[in-house]
């Protein structure tokens, strides 16, 4: 059981870590040449004002990319991973089918982002985390409460962010 326990603890090490760093390098992409490009894009798919949602995406994804790379308050880290991906998809993936590699690209990659910080959010961050050093790992930040956390944190601020911020472009 020991052994199983380390192999646990080790693989969701590398899965918060690989997930949290990559979703923080996205974030930092966004800000590194300037966050203008970001906010056109933003704005003509209808995320509104632009400049604010590219600077509310690019801090999302960096703070709670950190977070979760750390394994600090964890199921929130994991919300606001699911969060963002409800919103990629609703915005820009949705109506591209199913796979990366179509036209526009598909939601195959914001899927499996927001099932990963899922996971992790119902799993618990392990003992290899900050939310462990501090005692915050057991047993509300794991289990039932921690995927609740996750998906009600996620979806629900992922929804109050289409509802307030969401204004589709006029279709020709």
């Known amino acids: 059981m020991i052994r199983a326990m380390g192999n646990i603890n080790f693989v969701l090490f590398v899965l918060r870590v690989g997930l949290g760093v990559t979703m923080a390098l996205h974030g930092w992409n966004k800000l590194r040449n300037g966050i203008g ?4 894009w933003f704005q003509s798919i209808g995320m509104r004002p632009g400049r604010l949602n590219a600077y509310m995406a690019a801090y999302t994804e960096i703070g709670g990319g950190a977070l979760l790379a750390i ?3 964890t199921p929130f880290a994991a919300a606001a991973m699911i969060g963002l991906m409800l919103v990629a998809y609703w915005v820009a993936h949705r109506d591209n089918g199913f ?13 499996i982002i927001g099932l990963a910080a899922l996971a992790i959010g119902g799993i618990g961050p392990g003992e290899w985390s900050a939310d462990d050093i501090l005692g915050l790992s057991d047993p509300f930040y794991s289990g039932w409460w921690g995927v609740a956390i ?3 944190g996620g979806i629900g601020g992922g929804f109050a962010q289409l509802g307030v911020c969401y204004r589709p472009p006029k279709k020709d």
Do not use: P, R
């Open 37 to 40: 490009g970001t906010a056109g």
């Open 71 to 73: 394994g600090l308050f």
């Open 99 to 111: 796979f990366i590699f179509n036209k526009d690209q598909g939601w195959e990659y914001v899927l």
């Open 150 to 152: 996750s998906l009600v």
